[in-house]
């Protein structure tokens, strides 16, 4: 699959619930209204657009909510398409807030995974419970380690936030280092209309590095993961960090990504709203090759980039929906 603009189409985002057991202040409201299980894809149909993807050229799955691991029977999903790891799928990976780790990461690792991004923006007990609205930070640490022990990498996903948790950056270098994991630092983006106004919290990461440096010794690395990361190597702790900068510096002419939601949208780009629904052409009764010409069809319109931006005087987000429709 290759875009418009001659990139590649590698990577496929996939959302199996608009569901989750948290509210993280900058992903959902605190009221969210959630869909009704007749608009979710079966996991089934999910598999068979997975499958469709890897026909046409995709060889990394990333599986995201909601929270994934809240969905009945999701590691099923994770066991089938972990036989198509090493027969055109290359890697299988998942994107967690961690509650729930604790009890499949044991599953993750025999279906396959060997990856996981847990979302932890802060280290401190009280901080966590405000920022996740009603979470404690226990049962995400208990699940980040149970996956450790299960012999998964782990990579800590932080959403860097002006005055919320920028004071804790060191720290949590500090604390991924000694037990092994990456961290990743993201910008916050203007996706969603929940309560409160984002536009004050927003920290540009060239801010962060240029603080973390005063510290750490960071060194740029030809590090990959498949995403938009660019990785460091801390030199006092041996482990990385990378920084996903959708506003400072779009990574959009590298971009090999669509994201599938649960609903069988697919979105060709994170910041704008073209999209196509696969959910209709599914439930029509559509053959593998009316899949695929649908999917390359859509790919023919990915846009080249995003149009994130931070509006202070409507204090409106770049885009209506929020991140836990998309897919985090």
Not at 76 to 104: K, M, P
Not at 135 to 146: M, P, S, V
Request: charged share 25%; proline share 3%; aromatic share 6%.
């Amino acid at each position: 699959m290759i875009d418009p603009f001659g990139r590649p189409i590698t990577y496929l985002r996939v959302s199996v619930t608009d569901r989750c057991d948290l509210r993280c202040v900058y992903c959902m409201s605190e009221d969210m209204t959630f869909l009704p299980k007749a608009e979710i894809l079966s996991l089934e149909e999910l598999e068979r657009l997975c499958a469709a993807f890897i026909r046409l050229g995709t060889n990394k799955i990333r599986i995201t909510g909601g929270e994934p691991l809240v969905r009945k029977d999701v590691i099923s999903l994770f066991r089938s398409l972990g036989t198509r790891i090493g027969n055109g799928l290359d890697e299988l990976t998942v994107t967690t807030n961690g509650t729930q780790l604790a009890r499949h990461a044991a599953d993750l690792h025999a279906a396959g995974v060997r990856r996981v991004n847990v979302s932890l923006d802060t280290l401190d007990p009280a901080r966590f419970t405000a920022m996740t609205r009603w979470g404690k930070i226990e049962k995400t640490l208990d699940g980040i380690f149970a996956a450790r022990a299960a012999g998964l990498a782990v990579r800590i996903n932080a959403v860097a936030m002006k005055g919320v948790n920028e004071d804790e950056f060191d720290d949590m270098i500090a604390w991924c280092g000694e037990h092994g994991f990456d961290l990743c630092l993201i910008e916050t983006m203007p996706l969603g209309d929940i309560e409160g106004d984002r536009t004050d919290q927003y920290l540009p990461l060239s801010t962060v590095r240029s603080r973390l440096r005063q510290t750490w010794t960071l060194t740029e690395t030809e590090y990959k993961t498949g995403g938009p990361a660019r990785y460091f190597t801390v030199a006092q702790t041996g482990s990385r960090i990378g920084f996903i900068t959708p506003m400072t510096h779009n990574f959009c002419e590298s971009c090999n990504r669509v994201r599938l939601t649960c609903t069988g949208t697919l979105y060709m780009c994170l910041g704008q709203d073209d999209q196509a629904d696969f959910r209709r052409i599914l439930r029509a009764g559509a053959t593998d090759a009316d899949l695929d010409a649908a999917i390359l069809a859509a790919i023919a319109h990915k846009p080249q980039g995003h149009d994130f931006v931070i509006d202070r005087r409507s204090q409106k987000p770049a885009l209506a929906r929020h991140m836990s429709v998309t897919g985090g």
